[in-house]
């Protein structure tokens, strides 16, 4: 058993909550500091599925991806699924943290991540800010450097690859039963602008910064259609698909840290979209 607060240091360390948007909701959401776990699921999302799973399991902690609640509320009432998933949560005991965007951006994070999955060299933010500091990860900077926080990760291909063939490998690095593709699939790229979730609204900062292609989870038709026009891009490997890799990847990091614990990545939380044989 150990604190619920003293899991909470630990995730604000490895994604600092000075780095989520302004407009999140981030950080202990549901729960007593005070309380004392023996039991930790992260998650994507919090689900009724997932709320069943940890009520079953006696889970302390809910480490999600996206926060619950997210918007403000003025009831928990049965009369919503956002209510009746925070009154089973409460009753059962059950703490929830999220992250959010302060994990997309912190510097062992999900966009970080997606980096290193693609084995991109020279990577920085893709929203540059005037406080970011840089890490270069090409093989042949030994340099010291510091970790990269930001928004989003740009970075270059040893060799250019095709669009098709950057878009399927992506997706199966994370295991992705689909992806889509905006552009000409043998178009040769090279210089790659990362976003994971609904990523869409980086278009504008990949085109900026010369970015060949934008690999996200989704984005709408009408970003699909500008990126097409402007000539960047895009890869679409879907929402889940894009951030669940990492949950699992944070259940590893927070085991690691607390070998003592019960840690696991929710095994009933699932792509809520499938695709259809026609």
């Known amino acids: 058993m150990i604190s619920l607060e003293t899991v909470c240091s ?36 919090v689900t009724p599925n997932v709320v069943s799973e940890a009520v079953e399991q006696q889970v302390g902690l809910i ?29 059962a005991g059950v703490a929830v943290y999220s992250a959010h965007t302060a994990f997309d ?3 062992d994070g999900i966009n970080q991540r997606w980096s290193e999955l693609l084995s991109l060299q020279s990577v920085e933010t893709l929203v540059p800010a005037a406080s970011e500091t840089k890490m270069s990860t090409d093989s042949h900077d030994d340099s010291a450097a510091l970790p990269i ?27 992705a039963t689909g992806a889509r593709l905006v552009g000409d699939p043998d178009r040769k790229v090279s210089k790659i602008g990362l976003a994971c979730g609904s990523g869409g609204s ?18 709408t038709f009408h970003t699909c259609l500008e990126a097409e026009a402007c000539g960047v891009g895009m890869g679409l490997l879907g929402h889940y698909w894009s951030e669940r890799f990492a949950m699992e990847g944070l259940a590893q990091i927070l085991s690691s840290a607390f070998p003592h614990l019960s840690i696991w990545a929710s095994n009933s939380e699932r792509d809520p979209l499938s695709a259809l044989s026609i």
């Open 105 to 107: 951006s912190a510097a």
């Open 63 to 91: 480490v999600a991806h996206h926060p619950l609640p997210f918007k403000p509320l003025a009831r928990i009432t049965s009369d919503s699924a956002t209510g009746e998933m925070l009154l089973r949560l409460i009753g």
């Open 149 to 175: 926080e930001g928004t989003g990760r740009l970075g270059r291909l040893a060799e250019p690859e095709s669009l098709h063939s950057l878009v399927c490998r992506a997706a199966s690095a994370v295991g």
């Open 10 to 45: 630990s995730l604000a360390s490895i994604a600092p909550l000075r780095l989520a948007e302004d407009w999140d909701n981030v950080g202990l959401l549901v729960g007593n500091r005070r309380a004392t776990i023996a039991k930790v699921m992260t998650c994507l999302t």
């Open 202 to 219: 980086f278009l504008s900062a990949a085109r900026r910064r010369g970015c060949d292609v934008l690999i996200t989870g989704e984005a």
